[in-house]
């Protein structure tokens, strides 16, 4: 019975398959349905036409169509724009039947329908031989007949309001859908890039220290389970915190309630048998919202994953959140093009029309663009990207590319552009073109520099770049080092300054931002020494700690042209807390001396090193700063934390800036502490590197 029932919803579906998944064509519309492009207005008059669509005029091209041997011949007839125009039978039939059903329409409104659509919904195509009111007026007395679908109309002829009825019905209820497919894609969209604007301007509000502070702890810097954050859960993933948990649910819960909800069935209807009820159309009109949906998907996906998102300017949210976004959006957009295609694969096979549809160009591209996406997600997850990162990063790009032109030619050679559903994708390339534009934009404002490369011990080197401004972190291209002359790496600058002299420059140590996904402002040291280095010129200083790959290669070069992409990452203003706590380790201190040197008021700063070098070469940028050091020992953040914010009073900003275990338990003991029934008023400023 399950199996029969089954069936019948597939034959249901297949009906509407026929009618709005047939290749279509006709002139362009401007916008989306429901917003700039109407399908069927007035729907009174388009039913009428779509009952006389079914019958073969006098004027149809007829041909004999064998279905194999010993099976009968059947008679198929093709009718034309010029056909309809001009056959007498067609429109005389037509408008009575408009003037029956279309009573309350402007005669306006008729006329311009009359003039664009009998003939068809072509962009060039013959209007009909008279106007509407002129063809009405032949029309002597009242229709005998009745026309039976199918069947040859020779004359004039009245249409049964049965039949009218499920014309009329299929088409409105067909087009409020699509409204609603459409109207949902726009609220998934906007919503996408509203939801975090708006959270982002509750910091604004001047809530209380305390209850801050409490709510942060509980709600917002926890993991969503255990102890780990930044520290990858098996090797496969990073674990969300509990306030990107709560987008990421907002995410998943928007697009499964927009999937589900909106819909509606009228029967009787003539695009679905009644036989199977609603179930089937609803079922089309379900698969027809998840393709929809999945196309507003992508530019929100193009949108979190551009280091030029404009969400980065308007929200506090960092750019390591956006890319954790990103990946779960994937994950939800190929989810419903996988869903989308499939439903439709299983309805084609059913019928037994799979092998002819498969050859069309649109089926071809729809395949591309989701094979594309469903490929994405298994070579994005964790170990690829750290592995091979480089690789990976290419290949991403190439898919994606594939994924945009699949989907848009899907499109354009399913419907052209007379729908909208293009814009979507269109939406997209603009986002993901905004992007790679400012990227040009950072490049050409800078132009092509010569990199001067001074090694300072075997672990790292200093790059200098004259007559070149900016803070924060720049991404460099050294185009002669590899063929691969579109790589870049991000670093963070050390200073804007370049001193004439060959004494070292105070620096900050390179961050990979890309992959910790946080940024720095990194501006030149205000101390004594500093001043002393003079004359000095505009610059800027790279200190980088060489490894396999472009770092280590630089090491082989004493100068070498460079493209600059600046500048990036303005930092937060810590200004109102009354004490900064830094926790860093290794070269984990790179991210804490903007801070430390821009903060006005008591400044504290616990750092962990293997050796004592890398101490030694930053004394001089530490000067005025209270320092505690633990060399070659493991430090003791939860005892540093408890006895540095025992005082409840001091409303306190804490900087953790390290390896990944470290990032974790500062997380976690801060949380801790916030929890607690008179917690300490504290902010989590958190700048370590993960992948």
Not at 230 to 238: C, E, M, T, V, Y
Not at 267 to 272: D, H, M
Not at 299 to 316: C, D, I
Not at 638 to 667: F, K, N, Q, W, Y
């Amino acid at each position: 019975m399950c199996g029969f029932k089954l069936s019948i919803v597939i034959t249901a579906c297949l009906h509407a398959v026929l009618v709005s998944s047939m290749v279509s064509t006709g002139r362009p519309g401007h916008g989306l349905i429901g917003y700039g492009i109407s399908m069927y207005k007035p729907q009174c008059a388009f039913a009428c036409r779509d009952l006389l669509s079914t019958s073969a005029l006098s004027c149809s091209e007829r041909a004999e169509m064998s279905h194999g041997m010993g099976m009968a011949m059947s008679v198929e007839s093709e009718t034309s724009p010029e056909c309809y125009a001009t056959d007498d039978a067609f429109v005389t039939t037509l408008a009575y039947c408009i003037s029956t059903h279309c009573q309350k329409v402007a005669a306006w409104k008729l006329e311009q329908y009359w003039d664009m659509n009998v003939a068809g919904r072509q962009p060039n195509q013959p209007i009909p031989k008279a106007t509407y009111q002129r063809t009405l007026a032949t029309i002597n007395s009242k229709p005998t007949d009745t026309l039976v679908l199918g069947e040859e109309l020779n004359r004039t002829m009245a249409t049964a309001d049965e039949d009218y009825r499920e014309s009329y019905n299929a088409q409105s209820v067909f087009e409020e859908m699509e409204r609603n497919h459409e109207t949902y894609g726009i609220v998934l969209l906007v919503s996408g890039a509203a939801v975090p604007i708006a959270v982002s301007l509750l910091r604004f509000i001047p809530f209380p220290a305390a209850s801050a502070s409490k709510f942060n702890a509980w709600f917002i810097d926890p993991p969503v389970l255990g102890s780990r954050h930044k520290r990858p859960i098996a090797g496969l993933f990073h674990m969300p915190t509990r306030g990107q948990a709560f987008f990421i649910f907002y995410l998943i819960a928007i697009n499964v309630i927009l999937s589900a909800a909106g819909y509606k069935s009228k029967q009787p209807n003539s695009w679905y048998p009644s036989v199977s009820g609603s179930e089937g159309e609803i079922i089309s009109y379900v698969v027809n919202r998840l393709g929809v949906l999945s196309f507003a998907n992508i530019p929100l996906l193009f949108l979190y994953a551009g280091r030029n998102n404009v969400l980065l300017w308007l929200t506090n949210w960092s750019h390591g959140t956006f890319l954790l976004l990103h990946r779960w959006v994937a994950w939800i957009a190929t989810l419903q093009a996988v869903l989308h295609s499939a439903i439709y694969l299983e309805v084609y096979l059913h019928k037994d029309t799979h092998a002819s549809e498969n050859k069309l160009p649109y089926w071809v591209w729809g395949v591309v663009s989701t094979l594309c996406m469903a490929l994405l997600l298994p070579t994005s997850i964790l170990p690829i990207r750290k592995r091979f990162y480089e690789s990976f990063l290419v290949w991403h790009v190439l898919l994606s590319i594939f994924v945009l032109v699949g989907c848009l030619w899907h499109i354009l050679e399913r419907f052209e552009r007379q729908w909208g559903y293009e814009n979507w994708i269109y939406t997209a390339i603009a986002v993901w073109g905004f992007e790679r534009a400012m990227r040009l934009a950072r490049l050409t404002r800078n132009g092509l520099k010569t990199a001067r490369v001074k090694i300072i011990d075997e672990d790292y080197i200093q790059v200098n770049i004259d007559d070149v401004t900016g803070s924060g972190h720049a991404y460099l291209y050294f185009p002669t080092l590899t063929w691969r002359v579109w790589e870049n790496h991000p670093f963070s600058v050390a200073s804007a300054v370049l001193p004439q002299s060959e004494r070292p420059v105070k620096f900050e140590h390179e961050v990979d931002l890309e992959k910790m996904g946080c940024s720095t402002d990194s501006s030149g040291s205000d101390s004594p020494e500093r001043r002393h280095q003079s004359p000095a010129r505009i610059g800027l200083t790279f200190l980088l700690r060489t490894k396999a790959g472009v770092t280590g290669q630089l090491r082989k070069h004493k100068t070498l042209p460079v493209l600059i992409e600046s500048a990036y990452g303005p930092r937060d203003d810590l200004s109102e807390y009354s004490l900064l706590i830094c926790i860093a380790g290794g070269v984990g201190i790179t991210a804490c001396l903007p801070y430390l040197r821009a903060h006005p008021n008591a400044r504290k700063l616990f750092w962990g090193a293997r050796s004592r070098g890398i101490i030694d070469a930053m004394a001089p940028s530490l000067v005025g700063v209270e320092q505690e050091t633990f060399i070659g020992k493991r430090m003791n953040i939860a005892e540093v934390l408890h006895r540095e914010l025992s005082d409840v009073a001091i409303t306190a900003v804490v900087l953790v800036s390290g390896p990944s275990e470290m990032a974790d338990e500062v997380r976690c003991v801060l949380s801790e502490l916030g929890r607690q029934p008179k917690g300490t008023k504290v902010k989590l400023l958190e700048e370590a590197f993960s992948w």
